[in-house]
């Protein structure tokens, strides 16, 4: 009997020991809800690269292309046929929590996925032509306030999407209200919009730092603030962040992971190791210096939260613009 129980000790304390030890064994795959060569495609395959060169996974990341109902298809075929999966990851941005909050993933919703981390941002900005009489972001929300007909923004989402929310966000940060009034004119990408600002067509745009940073340097526009906790690293540290100027309003398109809800406990926390590790090297953040990425990165506990609350502050917005009802 007692030779019997210290088998099952000696069973019980090895089973433990490989269920902390975990680690992918066979393929590990990595879907980018989105044909190739979008920003999804980039985590995937960037992502990937890393984590091979660091070790953390068995050969090569292989990368799924998944488009489809803006990343809708992929969320389910993960929640569906992928559940319990402990090898795959799945790319995820604002783009992915701004669908979920606007209920664009029909009886799909932000808990039924496991969140695993971010590895970066492309910060949002509100940017003018370089002759523009707007001197500041608490100038140009002024005016939104005062008449919010008066100042027209472009982006390059549709309405409703990430670069229209930016301005809505600004806008309700600033104290301004009929938020639905304020124009909005969408265009097929970020650089036709700076088109239009550039040559007065419309007064601001609405976008990501890495779209404005060429018609900065151009001396084309100038970006009245970013939406970032901080100012920007390096050559961007110039530019006023919205919370310095009195405005609480931050955008970031952050880079990352999701993966299955029923995948094991020791699986997802190897998963988010790994993200950290990867956020930490050397070779990651030389791929975000080549990518125009900013530092973006909360901590393993506090990433859902922040998942969360974006869907919430998101699922707000759209309600009180008339998106949601």
């Not at 091979?52 to 569906?80: C, E, K, R, W, Y």
């Not at 999966?85 to 209920?103: E, F």
């Not at 040559?199 to 084309?220: H, M, N, P, R």
């Not at 090297?281 to 859902?304: C, R, Y």
Request: charged share 20%.
């Amino acid at each position: 009997m007692l030779f019997k129980r210290c088998l099952s000790f000696v069973a019980m304390a090895t089973f433990s020991l490989s269920a902390l030890a975990w680690e992918p064994t066979g393929k590990v795959e990595c879907i980018a809800p989105s044909d190739p060569g979008g920003g999804w495609d980039f985590t995937c395959r960037s992502v990937g690269n890393v984590l091979q060169d660091l070790d953390l996974v068995p050969g090569t990341v292989q990368t799924t292309n998944m488009a489809g109902a803006g990343g809708g298809v992929a969320f389910a075929h993960t929640i569906s046929k992928r559940n319990e999966d402990n090898t795959l990851l799945v790319a995820a941005s604002t783009a992915t929590t701004t669908r979920l909050a606007q209920k664009q993933f029909p009886g799909m919703n932000a808990d039924m996925v496991t969140w695993v981390g971010a590895l970066g941002a492309d910060y949002g900005v509100i940017a003018v032509g370089k002759d523009s009489k707007y001197q500041d972001l608490k100038q140009l929300m002024a005016a939104v306030k005062e008449n919010p007909r008066s100042v027209k923004f472009a982006g390059g989402s549709a309405r409703g999407g990430w670069d229209h929310l930016k301005v809505l966000i600004t806008a309700k940060a600033a104290g301004a209200d009929k938020l639905p009034s304020i124009p909005y004119l969408s265009y097929n990408n970020g650089g036709e919009a700076l088109t239009q600002v550039v040559g007065g067509q419309v007064d601001a745009f609405t976008g990501d730092i890495s779209e404005a940073t060429g018609f900065l340097k151009s001396g084309d526009i100038r970006i009245l603030a970013v939406l970032a906790d901080e100012r920007l690293p390096g050559d961007l540290g110039d530019i006023p962040t919205a919370k310095e100027q009195g405005i609480d309003a931050v955008g970031p398109n952050w880079r990352g992971f999701y993966m299955p809800k029923g995948a094991s406990d020791e699986a997802k926390a190897y998963w988010t190791d790994a993200i950290n590790t990867v956020y930490d090297s050397d070779e990651w953040k030389k791929v975000m210096k080549q990518n125009g990425l900013i530092p973006f990165h909360p901590p393993a506990g506090e990433f859902d939260a922040f998942v969360h609350k974006q869907v919430k502050d998101i699922a707000d917005l759209s309600r009180e613009i008339g998106l949601l009802k």
